[in-house]
């Protein structure tokens, strides 16, 4: 039995497109293995309606899933997320690379060095 993906943690925040915003949202999701194979999308009214956003916003983010191959979608039908291990592993590694890209960023305006900042990822790696 297939799961509809669920958008009741998505919070939209300023300053970022919500299309993109939804695509971090089911890209997480699969990440954490909350989304899965063959778990069913919200239909695009339903969704619009959900998180109060112009329908042409979800449409344009279900588009962009179906280019990248997440998710499968026909006319009039159900889309449904759609994976294999070679996308699952991709998606890792973009998620991954973003957010030590975003954290390093921030770690170097703080003025911290290599050698610091690996003291602390270390540090807090033994804590978590």
């Not at 939209?12 to 890209?27: E, M, S, V, W």
Request: with cysteine; hydrophobic share 40%.
């Amino acid at each position: 039995m297939t799961a509809i993906v669920s958008f009741e943690t998505f919070t939209a925040t300023d300053g970022i497109p919500i299309y993109l915003q939804i695509l971090r949202h089911i890209k997480s999701g699969i990440c954490s293995g909350e989304i899965v194979n063959g778990d069913e999308m919200p239909s695009r009214r339903i969704l619009s309606a959900l998180i109060g956003v112009n329908p042409n916003t979800i449409q344009k983010a279900y588009r962009v899933l179906e280019e990248e191959g997440l998710i499968l979608s026909h006319p009039g039908a159900k889309s449904y997320v759609m994976l294999t291990q070679e996308k699952l592993d991709e998606i890792r590694s973009e998620m991954i690379a973003a957010d030590l890209h975003t954290s390093v960023a921030s770690l170097k305006r703080m003025g911290l060095t290599k050698e610091e900042a690996l003291a602390r990822l270390s540090s807090l790696w033994d804590s978590v």
